[in-house]
């Protein structure tokens, strides 16, 4: 697995069995050259391991953590309360998930004062692009491969419309 040496977003799961839908956030960073970090940390499994993650993040030069998890997903919040820094919360339609609401509701109705940016249910490229938005804030040429990106989209689907008006 790619791991930069300083990275500036932290990608982290409940458990390796969301790696198949985290490793999307993975590869959008890859493609427009964010260095993040990858791992697993357990809310509920690894409780002293979120803590020291969450507490140090920060201090590491993490600029935001995207934290997946399934069922009761309670990682991205936790992280967040323990954290000064944005988090952005994936969830997982995991094995032990009643159709992914559990996760959805779980990681979306933060408490006032502690939010988490909540993509869609296994959008961990959203979660990707959305951190890659956060740090363009103060990097000119992040943002503007991120514009590029953003134009390559409408040109894709101003093509497909195209095609399909003959
Ligand atoms: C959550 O439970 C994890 O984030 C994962 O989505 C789910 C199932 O974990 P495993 O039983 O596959 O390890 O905590």
Do not use: C
């Not at 500036?8 to 993975?26: N, T």
């Not at 890859?30 to 507490?55: C, K, L, N, Q």
């Not at 940016?117 to 959008?123: D, E």
């Amino acid at each position: 697995m790619t791991q930069h040496s300083s990275p500036k977003v932290g990608i982290i799961m409940g458990s390796k069995s969301d790696l198949p839908v985290m490793q999307d956030a993975a590869d959008f960073l890859t493609f427009v050259g964010v260095p993040f970090e990858i791992t697993v940390v357990s809310a509920h499994r690894t409780p002293d391991r979120m803590f020291t993650y969450a507490r140090q993040a920060s201090e590491r030069g993490i600029k935001v953590v995207i934290a997946g998890a399934g069922g009761a997903a309670h990682l991205p919040g936790m992280v967040a309360s323990l954290t000064h820094i944005p988090v952005i919360g994936v969830p997982v339609k995991s094995s032990n998930s009643i159709d992914g609401w559990d996760s959805i509701l779980s990681i979306l109705q933060m408490p006032n004062g502690i939010p988490v940016a909540t993509v869609a249910l296994n959008a961990a490229k959203n979660a990707g692009i959305l951190a890659a938005q956060i740090l363009a804030t103060a990097d000119e040429d992040l943002t503007n491969r991120l514009i590029s990106y953003k134009q390559e989209l409408m040109e894709n689907v101003l093509k497909t419309a195209t095609e399909l008006e003959g």
